[in-house]
């Protein structure tokens, strides 16, 4: 997979759509190497996030609120009975500054990705790099 390649589809999508969010995240899904699904961040909810553990900092519970992460995003647009063994996705973020910002899943997508068997999960990190999460492994998410 060409990491740069994600990044620069990230820019074009970036600039492409009227975004008014903080932040733009990207998710994209591999097959074998092949690009099979783009999600992009929502302020939108969706029902599917109720089956998930979404929680703010304080640790609450909030998937009744929260907008469609790019994960869910690029699943849904998969569509969930459609997901497999080795299946990779690669996370990315652009910032208010229109850098490469820290991308990691959250709980309730590492949640969802788990259950969906996925292999490896890619996401760029804050020294703009890209980083490898097994999601099968125990995981939790630092504020």
């Known amino acids: ?68 992460h790019s994960e869910m995003s690029a699943v849904i647009k998969l569509g969930i009975e459609s997901c497999e063994e080795n299946l990779v996705m690669i996370n990315t973020r652009i910032n208010r500054k229109n850098e490469i910002d820290y991308s990691r899943p959250c709980n309730g997508c590492m949640e969802m990705l788990r259950e969906l068997n996925f292999s490896k999960v890619y996401y760029t990190n804050k020294d703009k790099k890209f980083e490898l999460i097994i999601p099968e492994e125990k995981y939790e998410f630092v504020y």
């Not at 060409?2 to 903080?22: D, T, V």
């Not at 109720?50 to 304080?58: A, G, M, P, S, T």
Request: overall charge positive.
């Open 1 to 68: 997979m060409n990491f740069n390649k994600m990044i620069e589809i990230s820019y074009a999508l970036a600039g492409s759509r009227g975004y008014r969010q903080r932040c733009k995240h990207f998710s994209f899904i591999f097959n074998k190497n092949k690009l099979i699904s783009i999600g992009i961040n929502s302020p939108k909810t969706h029902p599917i996030n109720l089956k998930y553990n979404y929680l703010n900092k304080q640790k609450h519970k909030i998937s009744h609120i929260v907008g469609t």
